[in-house]
């Protein structure tokens, strides 16, 4: 099983700032099957990013994904309000699906 | 739009069963894979299950294998959880998602329904 370690587990920023996430595995994971979520408190996940570095639909253009092999990393440029949330990431390959621990976004 | 809208979480016992509802809409369901997501209180998110789009295969998180069953009901659109011998430790919120495509991220997720374990 491949473990999915997530840096840091609370990131404090400011609105305006740049916020970047780590997502650690612990062997290799195809580029093609990592995503990131965001999560709000009391909302289901979201999509954000797919195959490592693909937005999905609607999600804007702050936020990018990045990365190979054991290391990936969610970019967003410009903290907005509303992306203070806990981001996760995910593995998809061989059949079986892990969660990262997850990094929670907070207003410093 | 995609709608997904899960039912049949409650309290039980532990060693009792449950059974999850999962009903889709706004695209073809029988076109793609289906997942069990679970978070714990205050905790992180644990994939549980998944079913191919035909309902052929199925794979399960060691931590339910034996215990609980995925599948679906095509023509009616809508996926299952199956939940026997259950543990105060399967006490979560239970989300269903769809698959973007096969072997895919979850474009989709369902706002979740609560299963609490406890006697």
């Known amino acids: 099983e491949i473990v999915l370690t997530q840096s840091p587990g609370t990131l404090s920023l400011s609105p305006g700032e740049r916020a970047t996430l780590s997502c650690r595995a612990s062997?290799?994971?195809?580029?093609?099957?990592l995503a990131w979520y965001q999560q709000k408190s009391g909302q289901a996940p979201r999509l954000l990013i797919y195959?490592?570095?693909s937005r999905a639909t609607g999600i804007p253009d702050r936020f990018s994904g990045s990365g190979s092999g054991t290391d990936f990393t969610l970019t967003i440029s410009r903290l907005e309000p509303e992306d203070f949330a806990v981001y996760y990431c995910?593995?998809?390959?061989?059949?079986?699906?892990?969660f990262g621990q997850g990094t929670r976004l907070e207003i410093k | 739009q995609v709608q997904l809208v899960e039912s049949g979480g409650g309290v039980v016992q532990p060693g009792g069963c449950l059974r999850l509802?999962?009903?889709?809409?706004?695209?073809?369901?029988?076109?793609?894979?289906m997942h069990w997501v679970r978070q714990a209180p205050g905790k992180g998110l644990e994939w549980v299950a998944a079913?191919?789009?035909?309902?052929?295969?199925?794979n399960y998180a060691d931590s339910v294998k034996g215990r609980f069953t995925i599948s679906r009901d095509n023509p009616k659109n809508t996926l299952f959880l199956q939940m026997n011998s259950l543990r105060a430790e399967d006490s979560a919120i239970y989300y269903c998602?769809?698959?973007?495509?096969?072997?895919?991220?979850?474009?989709?997720w369902g706002q979740g329904t609560m299963v609490i374990v406890s006697s």
């Open positions: 998602a769809k698959e973007r495509g096969v072997y895919d991220a979850f474009d989709a």
């Open positions: 509802s999962c009903e889709a809409s706004g695209f073809t369901f029988s076109n793609y894979g």
């Open positions: 079913t191919s789009y035909d309902g052929r295969s199925y």
């Open positions: 062997q290799s994971v195809s580029s093609s099957y």
């Open positions: 195959g490592a570095s």
């Open positions: 995910q593995q998809y390959g061989n059949s079986l699906y892990t």
